[in-house]
């Protein structure tokens, strides 16, 4: 469905115009189905040059509706509809800003009737809209009021509906206001992410690290981050080319990997809390902490030696876990060890583990 539409203004400075005339023409792709028709009170004056183009002063306009009367009418009109004008980004600019004005946030995709021309109506010596209307022999009465010159327009999109056969130039045309591809591109980052616990990096376009995330599921999460409409969600997710993630298997070795990283990695857009440091020890000086792995029969480890920790890591043999020397050579040396010991103590003083075994 298309809202064909032409808009007439007071003119003046760049954003700072207000309009004077509006036209809408609902549009199914064979014929009008609904239609809106107005002058505006735009509240201010018109330039004289533009009065003398259009035959619209500020006396025919007292009594018009203000714009704010009139927007509700434009949303339901548009609604579900592809914006299609003459110049769409002139039209789309002023009425994106009146509902700017008013504190609403207004989108739609747009069709642009002067590129599609250029396209589809090849060697043409003006692309204006009468002109190119009048080399077409499509009629046009009341040129620079907003009725004639949109009425225009739906005959002239008619044409080139029908001159696009497959309908591939036109789909290459249309314009997202509504931030599909955006969409697209970060739907496509979430379908590569596991729904398992652990963590996840979201990287730049030099894949450089912006955020580092966590949780019981990875998908989850990340689909978290890209609903969120905060403005340091929303530049992680203009900057986000794409997402690696870890498996971690169970949620001591995602806290310990997160803080620890978090710590190392510094990433730009994570907000680091202060830690309160721990002031006793562990209750025994060597022992080994095992939990849930990442795949069944995996254990995962963290080893204490003298009550510091040594390192962590995931092993599925029994003579790893029974032989120190082996298990060493096994797990990844921690260097950070006062926070280690501050998420591990932390997490012991709150929660059970699957098992701990004293050395």
Do not use: W
């Not at 808009?7 to 809106?36: C, L, M, P």
């Not at 004005?101 to 995709?109: E, K, S, V």
């Not at 022999?137 to 010159?149: E, L, Q, Y």
């Not at 609903?227 to 971690?248: H, P």
């Amino acid at each position: 469905m298309y809202a064909i539409l032409d808009i007439e203004t007071t003119g003046g400075k760049f954003n700072e115009e207000g309009i004077t005339e509006i036209a809408i023409y609902k549009f199914d792709g064979h014929k009008i189905v609904d239609q809106f028709i107005s002058l505006v009170n735009p509240e201010k004056e018109i330039q004289q040059f533009v009065v003398r183009l259009t035959g619209i002063n500020n006396k025919m306009l007292q009594n018009a509706p203000k714009f704010y009367e009139i927007a509700k009418r434009v949303i339901e009109i548009t609604k579900d509809c592809t914006l299609v004008a003459h110049n769409t980004t002139f039209d789309y600019r002023i009425l994106s800003t009146e509902f700017d004005r008013l504190g609403y946030d207004f989108n739609r995709n747009t069709l642009c009737t002067v590129e599609l021309s250029k396209q589809l109506i090849l060697d043409q010596p003006s692309y204006s809209l009468g002109k190119l209307t009048k080399a077409l022999g499509i009629p046009m009465t009341d040129r620079h009021r907003a009725s004639g010159d949109a009425l225009a327009t739906v005959q002239l999109f008619k044409l080139l509906l029908e001159k696009d056969s497959t309908k591939a130039i036109i789909q290459d045309f249309v314009k997202y206001h509504d931030q599909r591809i955006e969409k697209e591109r970060l739907q496509k980052l979430i379908a590569a992410v596991p729904k398992d616990i652990g963590l996840f990096y979201v990287h730049d376009k030099n894949g450089k690290i912006l955020f580092l995330g966590r949780g019981k599921n990875v998908k989850s999460e990340v689909n978290k981050l890209f609903l969120k409409e905060t403005k340091r969600a929303l530049k992680i997710q203009e900057r986000a080319v794409s997402i690696t993630f870890e498996k971690t298997g169970n949620e001591l070795f995602t806290r310990l990997k997160y803080y620890l990283q978090l710590e190392a990695l510094a990433p730009k857009y994570n907000i680091k809390k202060k830690r309160k440091p721990v002031l006793n020890d562990f209750n025994n000086d060597d022992f080994i902490i095992l939990e849930k792995g990442r795949e069944t029969e995996e254990h995962a480890l963290i080893l204490i030696e003298n009550n510091q920790v040594f390192g962590y890591g995931y092993t599925n043999l029994a003579h790893q876990e029974n032989n120190i020397d082996i298990l060493k050579a096994v797990l990844t040396p921690i260097e950070d060890k006062q926070l280690a010991k501050i998420i591990i103590k932390n997490y012991l003083n709150n929660y059970t583990v699957q098992k701990i075994v004293r050395l």
